[in-house]
C-alpha cells in the first residue's frame, strides 16, 4: 500500500502532521531489554493532545462508525451528552500523540512490534475543547512463548488533572536494540 493511498484519508490539523513513518529515529526507541524497571517512576509525555470536533468526527469516520452522536456536532448537541462522544479507542489516539518520539514510551512506535492487545479503563468520556496529557510509567515485561511482551501504563488526564483514561498498552517487541537494526534493515527473520 503506497504511502499517497494511506495519507489521502487524512482530515485533520493532526493526521497530517503526525509522522506515520515509525522508521523514522527508531535507532532511538526503547528496546525491550533495556527498560529500567528499577525505576518506575511516572513521567510525561512529549506533547499534550487538544481535542477538537474533527479529531472525534474523523477517528469514528475512519474505523467505520456512523453513530451521530460520534460524528453529527447538532445531533450530538441535542443528546444527554451536550456534544460529540468520543468513541471508545479513542484514547490510542491520544497516546500515540502524547508519547511523541524521543521519550519514555515511545517503544510503541517500534517497527516489528505487534500488538496482542490493550486494556483500557474509562473514568470519563473525552470531551471538545479539553487538553489532554499523559502520564507514563513501566508497568509489566515478561518472555512468554519465546516472546518479549512490555506493558507500560498510560493515565490520560485533561488540562483540570482529572483522570479520564488508564490504558495498559501492550506489545510484542523485537527483544534487543539489535534485532530492531536488523528489522529496519528489512531481516525480516523474527521468531514468530
Known amino acids: 500500500m503506497s504511502k499517497t493511498h494511506f495519507t489521502k484519508n487524512f482530515k485533520t490539523e493532526k493526521q497530517r502532521v503526525f509522522s506515520t ?18 525505576n518506575l517512576k511516572e513521567v510525561d509525555g512529549e506533547n499534550t493532545f487538544e481535542i477538537k470536533a474533527e479529531d472525534l468526527k474523523y477517528y469514528a469516520e475512519a474505523i467505520g462508525d456512523d453513530n451521530p452522536l460520534m460524528i453529527d456536532e447538532e445531533y450530538a448537541k441535542k443528546s444527554p451528552y451536550g456534544g460529540l462522544v468520543a468513541h471508545p479507542l479513542f484514547s490510542t489516539t491520544i497516546c500515540f500523540w502524547c508519547v511523541g518520539v524521543e521519550g519514555k514510551g515511545n517503544w510503541i512506535r517500534t517497527p516489528g512490534a505487534r500488538n496482542p492487545g490493550q486494556v483500557i479503563e474509562i473514568y470519563e ?3 471538545v475543547g479539553e487538553i489532554i496529557h499523559i502520564k507514563i510509567k513501566p ?5 512468554k512463548r519465546g516472546k518479549c511482551y512490555l506493558t ?16 495498559y498498552a501492550t506489545l510484542i ?4 536494540r539489535e534485532d530492531i537494526k536488523k528489522f529496519l534493515a528489512g531481516i525480516r527473520g523474527l521468531e514468530d
Do not use: C
Not at 508497568?139 to 518472555?143: A, G, K, L, M, V
Not at 517487541?173 to 534487543?176: G, I, V
Open 125 to 127: 468520556g473525552f470531551k
Open 21 to 38: 513513518d515509525f522508521f523514522t529515529k527508531a535507532d532511538k526507541y526503547e528496546a525491550w531489554d533495556e527498560i529500567d524497571f528499577s
Open 152 to 167: 507500560y501504563q498510560m493515565d490520560a488526564y485533561n488540562q483540570n488533572n482529572v483522570l479520564k483514561t488508564r490504558m
Open 139 to 143: 508497568h509489566d515485561r515478561y518472555i
Open 173 to 176: 517487541l523485537p527483544r534487543t
